[in-house]
């Protein structure tokens, strides 16, 4: 029964987590610039917020691993419920305080997801199997499905609909993590009396320098998955489309992951995460050039397919990657550190997306996530190599 009600309530934790992601960040552009920002304010606003989550990221995950009264599931409520405030805050606030609200729950909604992943493998390593890609494919389909109805909002003119969506999703979420089992006896990621093996990031890196590698493409690969988030209304306005049809196109991304995600376990025998990744990087080169050349939505649709192979690989990959590198007392900081690598991504994504769309437009945007794209695939194919090596060398 534990294991039944912990896999059902992880996943209604994810399904609503995803729908606030859908609010707080996949329409993050569209919302702020019906508050009053332009182009390139909106993505440095998101971009600064994302600068301030990606400080607290790794902070909390070493509070979570040091201190033995705070834990994936403690942090992850205490969070929640302050993001459930601030939505509500945003809901009723107008002008600059709306969106001054907006930019926390931005940093909020980032704080938690590292948590929200630790969960499911906080139940593995306790004999409760709460599958991983499945838990994240029931993410992504309520992503979907939101983001699909969203094309029926108007949500130019209608951004209480946005804000009124993430409250009810808050509220599920919190309820979802409240309802979630703690293990009797649980072997936890914290392990006090190796605390002092590391007491400072800076270590942590030297000691998982394959990792680090990774991580350091990772953060290439994401600004391009947040480069082309950030402009997706631009690149289908330049396509012919509307914010009804940006709609679909997000909907028809989340329902493409559906399949990897729910098999991902089985990928995963087969593959390795760090290959993974790498298919995942070269395959975000082709999508990148999908949309540069998109001159109709038929073709934004196909690069939006493409979403299997990239985000619906390259998150799940990066997840399993820290946990397979990573000693188990420092998982809630490998876990932040992914999610670093997505937040760090929204920074540099949001931030170049806005400054290249003021001055050049869809096309200007595409042109610079190629460069960043190409680069993140190379560094991602010598961190493979590397990590060939020292596995033969280990051997």
Known sequence: MGSKRAFVF?????????VIM???????????????????????????????????????????????????????LILSVFLLIVFLGVFFAENTLLIV?????????????????????????????????????????SYALISYLFRFANLE??????VSTGIVATVILIVSIIVLPRVKGAVS???KEKKSEIKEIGTFFKRYKVFMLFWFALIFVMTFQNLFSANLIDIVEKAGGDVSTMGVALSLAAVVELPVMFLFSRIMKKLSPERLLLIGAFFYIVRCVLFLVANSMALIYVAQAFQMLTYAVVTPASVYLS???????????????????????????????GLTAERGGATRVLIAGLIITIVGFILMLIANIISKRSKNVSG
Do not use: M
């Not at 702020?32 to 607290?56: D, N, Q």
């Not at 003119?157 to 946005?162: G, I, M, P, S, V």
């Not at 000693?327 to 690598?341: H, I, M, P, R, W």
């Open 323 to 353: 946990d397979k590198l990573i000693d188990k007392e420092f998982s809630n900081t490998g876990q932040a550190l992914v999610a670093f690598t997505v937040t760090a991504g929204t920074v540099l994504g949001f931030f170049i997306g």
């Open 10 to 18: 992880a996943a209604i934790a994810f399904a609503s987590f995803y």
């Open 101 to 141: 609200l907006f930019f926390i729950a931005i940093i909020l909604a980032y704080c938690i997801n590292p948590f929200l992943n630790e969960c499911s493998f906080y139940y593995e390593r306790n004999g409760i199997h709460v599958n991983f890609g499945i838990v994240r494919g029931v993410g992504s389909f």
């Open 189 to 191: 990621s914290t392990h």
């Open 22 to 76: 859908l609010c707080a960040i996949g329409y993050a552009t569209v919302f702020l610039r019906a508050a009053g920002a332009s182009k390139a304010g909106s993505g440095t606003i998101v971009a600064i917020a994302c600068i301030v989550a990606a400080v607290f990221q790794p902070v909390l995950g070493r509070v979570c691993d040091r201190l033995k009264s705070v834990d994936w599931k403690r942090l992850s």
């Open 157 to 162: 003119e209608n951004t209480r609909a946005l």
